[in-house]
């Protein structure tokens, strides 16, 4: 199931076209909320860092387990509850309906990256919290997940998305630091994808 960008959007993103890296097998980018929002953006500024026919990007507000399965690597773009999830175009409920489909992915063989949009100045004791809501579904079913980033890099004081010390994913603030994102997206893609397969 691939997606094109919808008519409203800013700019085309048309399917996928079916040409393969011969070096990593392609990427499914797994987002929501979608329809506008800032998860919806950040992703397709992923894919675009990484490249357009190196990645499918879905919805997750449609998406089953059939489809992850068609994957060995694995973005996740999540969004934790926080100003987005008030007051955004999008209502709730995308990834409230697709954790049920992890319960019935088989990750074993699957490398796995997530991101999370953040509110560090409104939300700070909750700063990326879906990170650590995801990786509670991922880990007991052996997903191999990277993609850990220093919690150095940004100013919060509590969050449920660090594990050993490190974000298991990339925090990304779209509402107080934007002008960071690209930075941050290309660094964290330096060290994603050599690890996948």
Do not use: A, W
């Given at each position: 199931m691939y997606f094109a960008k919808s008519k409203e959007k800013s700019h085309d993103w048309l399917p996928y076209n079916g040409v393969k890296s011969t070096?990593?097998?392609t990427i499914g980018i797994f987002y929501g909320p979608a329809e506008g929002s800032s998860t919806e953006k950040v992703a397709y500024q992923v894919a675009e860092?990484?490249?357009e026919n190196k990645v499918d990007l879905i919805p997750v507000k449609n998406a089953t387990f059939?489809?992850?399965?068609?994957y060995s690597n694995l973005i996740f773009g999540i969004s934790t509850v926080g100003k987005e999830t008030w007051?955004?175009?999008a209502p709730p409920g995308d990834w409230d309906q697709f954790r049920m489909e992890l319960?019935?992915?088989?990750f074993q063989d699957k490398v796995v990256a997530?991101?999370?949009l953040g509110d560090h100045i409104t939300y700070p004791k909750h700063f990326a919290d879906a990170l650590g809501t995801l990786a509670e579904k991922l880990?007991?079913?052996k997903a191999k997940i990277v993609g850990y980033v220093n919690t150095e890099e940004y100013d919060f004081e509590e969050s449920q998305g660090i594990y050993e010390g490190k974000f298991i994913g990339l925090p990304i603030d779209e509402d107080f630091e934007a002008h960071l994102t690209d930075e941050r997206i290309r660094k964290w893609l330096d060290k994603i994808l050599p690890q996948f397969v």
């Open positions: 070096k990593m097998k860092q990484i490249g059939r489809d992850l399965n068609k007051d955004g175009e319960d019935r992915t088989d997530m991101f999370s880990l007991p079913r």
